[in-house]
């Protein structure tokens, strides 16, 4: 069984940077998912990125701000969040699954089979 392990969550103000990492042995043949969920709001599908890494996909709410990569020499998955704002605040959740990855279309939670523990990110000042 795939174990992901998320890290790089925190407190950062308006404005400023992180760089969650997805992490987990043996899912070089995986397409990888982040998602995100806030208190009281439904998850969200933020970006994902094929096996090869050679298609990505992201949500409007984050085009532009958040670049996803990966490194599957180092079996990790990056999502560099650039320009963060409030309503960027949420726990983070990285998953893995086989589906294709069409640039434009929702990313869909329910296509991924292996879900993270998740990594809390807050944008404060």
């Known amino acids: 069984q795939l174990q992901l392990v998320e890290s790089g969550g925190g407190l950062v103000q308006p404005g400023g940077s992180l760089r969650l990492s997805c992490a987990a042995s043996?899912?070089?043949?995986?397409?990888i998912g982040w998602f995100r969920q806030a208190p009281g709001k439904e998850r969200e599908g933020v970006s994902c990125?094929?096996?090869?890494?050679?298609?990505?996909n992201y949500a409007d709410s984050v085009k532009g701000r958040f670049t996803i990569s990966r490194d599957n020499a180092k079996n990790t998955v990056y999502l560099q969040m650039n320009s963060l704002k409030p309503e960027d605040s949420a726990v983070y959740y990285c998953?893995?699954?086989?589906?294709?990855?069409?640039?434009?279309?929702?990313?869909?939670?329910?296509?991924?089979?292996?879900w993270g523990q998740g990594t809390q990110v807050t944008v404060s000042s």
């Open positions: 998953a893995a699954g086989f589906l294709r990855v069409v640039p434009g279309i929702p990313i869909d939670a329910d296509e991924y089979e292996y």
């Open positions: 043996g899912f070089t043949f995986y397409a």
């Open positions: 990125i094929t096996s090869s890494g050679a298609v990505t």
